[in-house]
């Protein structure tokens, strides 16, 4: 098994970390949004630094991811919808790109500008990146509430852009290998 | 509801064991037993150590309970006429503790008491008034830069290890609630109760 991208198939490092990030980002969602509902107490009150460290992890997650795709470019998706969708499904993996990225630095900023520390895996206590402000404490968690849930809607079409490809995309990515119906991969 | 037992800070445990002294009452008592020309205003400063303010709050089903410090006491009692009785007390809220670390940043952060820019709360009465063995100290507190009347209720007691009669050191007791959001310090309020009761313990001694 390949450890880096091919011309036609997906590495496991690739794999790994995609898949890696999905469980993460569903899991924190979710997370985010049952402390938003949670009664508030001693005994769950480690939730919210639960829900900081996974950001945070998957902040440096797609940070790496980035770095790995200059480093092993990932394959040309497979050319089986027509060079509008697959252009549509490019812009779609930018917005969700920056939004793996935006969220959780806002989330980072929004918890500073409350005045309380982001402490990953309850032992290092990151600097803060805004100074403490009320205005900017309400903007900045109204902000990563709302593009969380973008993500969320984005995440949905693009697991439903997958399961409707009937050209191995979804198995490319889950087992690495081309679709042996659609082995060759559209220019970009 | 004042903090379990567990969880006051050691001023209002020792509290338990001082010999309590009345502000209409038993202020009489001991201003019978001193000397009676001294039945008149007396002027006292904090003594820091073993004064703090234990606050509560709810949360959730449990609660948020902490201490901040006093940094200024400064009183005036007339044993003889509460009317004449003057009491402020200055709190340092920049050093506000709480029983977790995310109580104590939410606390002192902007959308609380905004200790960066309000580092002080500050508490002046204006009127005090007999109840019971105690007293209700009417005044106003000012908490991240707005001032709210409140009223306190007042015990005075005479410190552990004073001569009976005494009144060179004394420790006051004033605790009352205020509603945080008539300060704007209403910052989470769907985590944390509108209600802080607040407990103001603070050691007395009588100036120079």
């Known amino acids: 098994m390949p450890l880096r991208n091919g011309p036609r198939e997906f590495g496991a490092i690739s794999r790994a970390i995609h898949w890696l990030m999905a469980v993460g980002i569903l899991g924190t969602s979710v997370l985010g949004i049952v402390i938003l509902r949670l009664t508030p107490s001693l005994s769950n009150i480690w939730l919210y630094g639960l829900h900081k460290t996974i950001g945070i992890v998957l902040l440096a997650a797609v940070l790496l991811r980035l770095l790995w795709h200059w480093a092993s470019p990932t394959p040309a998706p497979l050319d089986s919808h027509g060079a509008g969708r697959a252009r549509l499904a490019r812009r779609a993996h930018w917005v969700l790109y920056a939004l793996m990225i935006a969220i959780p630095l806002i989330g980072w900023a929004g918890s500073a500008a409350t005045g309380i520390d982001v402490i990953v895996f309850g032992r290092w206590t990151l600097p803060p990146l805004v100074p403490a402000s009320a205005t900017a404490a309400k903007g900045l968690m109204a902000l990563h509430h709302w593009l969380a849930l973008a993500m969320l809607g984005l995440v949905a079409v693009h697991v439903a852009g997958a399961l409707s490809r009937r050209d191995g995309t979804l198995r490319r990515m889950i087992l690495g290998r081309p679709s042996p119906e659609n082995p060759n991969p559209t220019s970009r | ?208």
């Open chain 2, 1 to 208: 509801m004042p903090p379990a037992p567990h969880q006051r800070p050691r001023a209002l445990r020792t509290l338990a064991s001082a010999l309590p002294i009345v502000l209409a009452a038993t202020l009489a008592a001991l201003t019978a037993t001193a000397e009676p020309a001294r039945a008149i205003p007396r002027h006292y400063l904090l003594e820091t150590a073993g004064s703090s303010v234990g606050y509560e709050a709810d949360f959730g089903k449990d609660k948020i309970v902490g201490t901040i410090p006093v940094s200024m006491a400064n009183l005036t009692l007339d044993f003889a006429s509460l009317a004449n009785c003057r009491v402020q007390v200055v709190l340092d809220a920049a050093a506000a503790t709480a029983n977790f670390p995310f109580a104590a940043q939410a606390l002192r952060g902007p959308l609380v008491l905004d200790t960066a820019r309000h580092p002080d709360i500050r508490f002046v009465s204006t009127a005090v008034h007999p109840k019971g063995d105690g007293a209700l100290i009417d005044g106003n507190i000012t908490i991240r830069g707005v001032t709210r009347p409140i009223t306190l209720d007042a015990a005075l007691y005479r410190q552990r290890g004073t001569a009976k009669g005494s009144l060179d050191r004394l420790q006051i007791r004033l605790k009352g609630t205020i509603q945080r959001d008539a300060f704007n310090a209403d910052g989470w309020s769907s985590m944390v109760g509108n209600d802080v009761r607040i407990d103001i313990i603070a050691d007395i001694r009588e100036q120079g």
